[in-house]
């Protein structure tokens, strides 16, 4: 690792009115399965259902998603906790690929929530069919007598997720039994990438997110990684793939893709100062949805010199069709500033 990642990033560097990471964004094979465990399981709240969201004749899935042009997509909402949105999609792709990243593989994540109760919501988790508890790590905190567990584990379609929370070793013993699982906000998204000291450069310069220090040596035998401020509320922690592991990242159709979308005020002024930095590719202007649920939510995905593809967009909260239809809502981002 070189000394980026302890570089904060310059005064002007990021995404022109930026305010937050807006929403993740996850291909699953089976988006209402996918919908029912973060709304039933992890106490999400569904704001939209939208698509299929395709092109029968033209190139506009290869020109603005970056998938096969015949391929298609259904899209849902899901707040999770009070300031995450996931975007979840199911794909269908002449060239799709079925098998998701690895943890060696380039492109692999894991999405941390913080939870209130972890020993109750750990139990819940127990009782859902096909999930495997991958990890339960409990490690000291600085408060004396607290401690913080991490429990990592699959879901059925194969994404690797995890909890963590505050754990109390007197706690009473019925702390453990199923509870309703109270999600407080992202904890992080791990992501893997084939060069962390280009990918930590990218983050810190064009995206304008700023390094935080380790808070505990890493395990022997693990990849290098470095945690890094997405904004105000979010963080990622970007982590060397390993050396056995494939180095082409899903794309957005296959399983296991994904992307990061960041809200700004001016998507036009985004896209203009994203194409001027080496290896970003806007993909074509910026366009405004005209009819669905989110008509009027402009946005662009643009490709990046790391592999990864990401979005900006301006979503009108507030003032979107979905909102006449359910009491849900998404997280809004423009109650907050980037810095």
């Not at 706690?171 to 000291?197: C, H, S, T, Y």
Request: proline share 11%; with cysteine.
């Amino acid at each position: 690792m070189q000394t980026a990642a302890l570089v904060r990033p310059p005064d002007q560097a990021g995404i022109p009115a930026v305010r937050r990471v807006d929403h993740f964004a996850f291909t699953v094979p089976d988006l209402p399965a996918a919908v029912a465990f973060f709304t039933e399981v992890l106490g999400g709240e569904l704001c939209y259902v939208e698509g299929p969201v395709e092109d029968s004749e033209g190139d506009w899935m290869t020109r603005k998603l970056g998938v096969h042009p015949r391929a298609s997509a259904k899209v849902a909402l899901v707040r999770v906790g009070p300031s995450t949105n996931v975007e979840l999609f199911e794909y269908t792709a002449p060239d799709q690929r079925t098998r998701p990243p690895g943890r060696s593989d380039t492109g692999w994540t894991l999405l941390s929530f913080r939870v209130d109760g972890i020993a109750r919501a750990v139990a819940r988790l127990r009782e859902h069919p096909g999930l495997s508890i991958e990890s339960d790590v409990t490690t000291p905190t600085v408060r004396p007598g607290r401690s913080l567990r991490r429990v990592g584990f699959r879901t059925p379609w194969g994404q690797d997720l995890q909890l963590c929370g505050d754990f109390d070793p007197f706690a009473p013993a019925d702390a453990g039994e199923p509870g309703p699982v109270v999600v407080l906000g992202a904890e992080r998204l791990a992501l893997a990438v084939a060069d962390l000291d280009a990918a930590v450069g990218f983050f810190i310069s064009v995206i304008g997110a700023t390094p935080l220090p380790p808070r505990r040596p890493l395990p022997p035998g693990a990849q290098p990684r470095v945690t890094l401020r997405l904004g105000p509320t979010d963080r990622i922690e970007l982590r060397q793939a390993g050396p056995e592991g494939s180095t082409a990242p899903p794309r957005n159709s296959d399983a296991g893709g994904h992307h990061i979308a960041f809200h700004t005020d001016d998507v036009d002024a985004a896209a203009r100062h994203l194409a001027a930095q080496p290896g970003v590719h806007v993909m074509g202007a910026p366009e405004t949805i005209a009819s669905g649920p989110i008509a009027g939510n402009r946005w662009v995905y643009f490709g990046t010199p790391i592999g990864l593809q990401m979005e900006v967009l301006c979503m009108p909260d507030g003032r979107l069709p979905y909102e006449r239809e359910t009491a849900a809502r998404r997280a809004v981002s423009r109650d907050h500033t980037w810095r």
